[in-house]
């Protein structure tokens, strides 16, 4: 089984920093994904972490510790049309599914 | 071009009806997931099939089957549908979840008056 927490919403200004943790503990880990998912859409995929430490994608960051079960996300220049909610959903190896956090309600304010 | 296609995308039906919702992908993924979102948004597996076989198949009641056809199909049949399966349902596809995620559909949304 896994437990996945992440913080249940969280508020940013626009153009603003903002980090959105994930810790998990899971057996068999092998990586880290992030989803995002607007309103009334499917979750589609951000990122994927395997190795620790940060990868940087534009103005998204993932970051991964493996040995604290521990990833956030990083939005740098926030924009309106980043709010979102953000799926964290660490992988099993040999696992045929993916299990993922409750997810972080991120809203935008000018 | 759609990779994952789900119909329909808005379903409204009445308490105790059967109703089925379908999935395609052109992905030519082994695998193919159903998803159920509830009101407070948590996604929860449902069913997964992997080259038609039946490989996941978590605590749902027995109201709700699954059919893959074909490696690239996956139709969710629910019978005697309940005020409590209103939801978004998703359907998912993948060929390694553990490397590469999941391509989700656009989702079904479900409500049972």
Request: with cysteine.
């Amino acid at each position: 089984g896994q437990n996945i927490d992440q913080p249940t919403e969280m508020t940013a200004t626009e153009g603003a920093i903002v980090q959105i943790n994930c810790t998990y503990q899971t057996s068999g880990f092998n990586g880290l994904f992030w989803y995002q998912q607007h309103a009334g859409e499917a979750p589609t995929f951000l990122s994927y972490n395997v190795l620790d430490g940060l990868e940087e994608k534009g103005r998204f960051s993932s970051f991964l510790s493996r040995s604290k079960g521990y990833s956030y996300l990083l939005l740098k220049e926030l924009q309106m049309k980043d709010s979102a909610s953000y799926l964290c959903a660490p992988s099993e190896a040999g696992s045929y599914q993916l299990t993922f956090g409750k997810g972080t309600k991120l809203s935008v304010i000018p | 071009d759609t990779a994952v296609s789900q119909t329909p995308k808005y379903l409204v039906t009445q308490m105790g009806n059967d109703k089925s919702i379908k999935c395609e992908q052109n992905l030519g993924h082994d695998t193919m997931y159903w998803y159920k979102q509830d009101s407070k948004k948590f996604l929860k597996i449902m069913f997964s099939y992997n080259n038609k076989e039946l490989i996941i198949n978590e605590t749902v009641p027995n109201r709700f089957s699954p059919k893959s056809p074909d490696k690239a199909h996956l139709n969710l049949h629910i019978n005697s549908l309940e005020l409590g399966d209103s939801a978004v349902y998703f359907c998912a596809s993948s060929q390694d979840p553990q490397y590469y995620g999941y391509t989700f559909g656009s989702g079904t949304r479900l409500t049972v008056v």
